[in-house]
């Protein structure tokens, strides 16, 4: 395997090998669920799929580890703040979560799982830092003694004399760099028993034992958002290593989405949530908004920037669709052209690889006009085998099947909008004008969030045009 990527903990791109031949092991810090998506967090795991299908076409055997945190502060504050149970609130966001990735066509994990199932053996490592004296108890909380972990900072390059860990308790610390394992239950808070009383995990012990108990005391890669390499990802190496695990051997972090250089912040009515931005575009569209710069880069959203790249992909599209019904029994071709293969291999570099794709575009686009059948084959097919890794393919059968689903039910809305009017046209006919208002306003309101369907030329048919 040629395949090189970049390590955080050793600010280096380095040549990755399986641990074990061609099996890959993975753990991806899945979402905190308090709130509905929004198109940072899922522009994260968007990249880290890319991974995954590129490490799947280079014929490794992917186990994909994704966490649920369904036990965290916030979620208790809201559920709080609108008197409602917190594990309605996790149950709700954690489907939302789930549509989201189904609907961005990211591939299933292996195993999700979520942070409450595993308390007993969180409960067994807390045990495990303590005897080894690397945390201790205060009061029924249990913190983790980082001046017992040298190498503590290494990979934020933080110096420890320096560290304040936000919102961290501090009144039972002996150090104000240590960090919370457990935490002593507050009134009407979810607990679990253990030998310190009565409370709850904190949120950094919760990664450090389900990658333990999936992918095992030492695995290839632990990815996330580059938001999470202090205080989250520090802390989970310290605990993890200090109680005798080797972790991760490479650290992969995703840049961040921002708005006015801002980084994009959860929150219940998010402007920047999954459906307000599918209002503008189609999900295929967002995916390839997502998945193409690198993966490591900040991404400055704007919903100009957004709709400029869906019409970007509906070019590639259009010639996807175009070639098919040429060559309707043409499938991928086997592999990638070497130099799609080189700008993956090369820390999975995505624009780098587009160019390729676009190269394979207008190759194809020539052999139509041409008619050069056996040109067009070629670019045809070399380019489903790179959409294909990207999660792109539009012929792919998800993507497919929702097109034609989505046809339909543009078609369907469009054929009550022409009932509805003819009624509103009959209603002024016999001198009733307000209603005829009423029924068109309802219509306007109906109608505003259809996108007329495309044909494969990327245009709206011309009955639909204007």
């Known amino acids: 395997m040629s395949l090189r990527l970049y390590d955080t903990y050793s600010r280096a791109v380095q040549e990755f090998t399986p641990r074990r031949g061609g099996e890959v092991s993975i753990y ?21 799929d890319v991974l995954a299908r ?22 208790l504050r809201r559920a709080f703040t609108e008197n409602v149970p917190w594990w309605l609130i996790a149950e709700d966001n954690y489907r939302s979560f789930f549509y989201a990735y189904d609907l961005l066509n990211c591939l299933p994990p292996t195993v999700e799982p979520r ?13 495990e830092l303590i005897k ?61 028993q253990t030998p310190w009383g009565e409370g709850r995990p904190g949120w950094h012990l919760q990664c450090s034992v389900m990658a333990r108990k999936y992918l095992g005391r030492e695995f290839d890669i632990h990815a996330g958002g580059a938001h999470l390499i202090f205080p989250h990802h520090e802390n989970e190496i310290a605990q993890s290593r200090a109680a005798g695990d080797r972790f991760a051997r490479f650290w992969l972090h995703g840049g961040t989405v921002t708005r006015g250089g801002e980084k994009i912040h959860k929150s219940a009515d998010s402007p920047f949530s999954l459906a307000r931005v599918l209002a503008d575009v189609r999900p295929i ?22 709709r400029d790249a869906a019409a970007a992909f509906r070019r590639i599209e259009g010639f996807a669709l175009r070639a098919s019904h040429r060559l309707p029994h043409a499938a991928p071709a086997a592999e990638v052209p070497a130099e799609f293969a080189a700008a993956m291999n090369n820390d999975l570099n995505v624009p780098r690889g587009l160019t390729v794709v676009w190269a394979a575009v207008n190759d194809g686009n020539r052999a ?42 543009e078609g369907t809305a469009l054929a ?27 219509v306007g309101v109906a109608m505003s969030g259809v996108r007329p369907h495309r044909d494969e030329t990327g245009c709206p048919p011309a009955s639909v045009a204007g």
């Open 368 to 409: 139509l006009a041409a008619g050069d059948e056996e040109g067009l084959a070629d670019a045809y097919t070399r380019l489903r085998a790179m959409l294909g890794v990207l999660g792109l393919d539009p012929l792919d059968e998800r993507w497919a099947r929702r097109r034609a689903r989505d046809a339909r039910l």
């Open 54 to 75: 590129w490490m799947e076409y280079l014929g490794c055997r992917v186990t994909l580890c994704r966490n649920v945190t369904d036990m965290e502060d916030m979620i």
């Open 132 to 192: 080894a004296r690397h945390a201790y108890v205060s009061d029924g909380d249990v913190y983790f003694s980082v001046s017992s972990f040298p190498e503590y900072g290494r990979l934020s390059r933080q110096r420890r004399e320096h560290i304040r860990l936000p919102g961290e308790p501090g009144a039972g610390k002996r150090d104000p760099s240590d960090f919370a394992l457990w935490k002593r239950a507050k009134p009407g808070e979810p607990f679990w």
């Open 115 to 127: 942070a409450t199932g595993h308390v007993l053996e969180m409960i067994e490592l807390i045990e």
């Open 416 to 442: 009550l909008a022409d009932l509805v009017t003819g009624l509103a046209d009959t209603a002024r006919a016999r001198g009733d004008d307000a209603l005829a208002d009423r029924l068109l306003a309802q």
């Open 28 to 48: 991806i810090c899945g979402p905190t669920v308090v709130v509905p998506p929004h198109v940072g967090q899922l522009r994260c795991q968007v990249g880290f």
């Open 285 to 306: 569209e967002l995916r390839y908004y997502l998945a193409t710069p690198h993966y490591r880069s900040d991404l400055e959203f704007s919903r100009t920037a957004l």
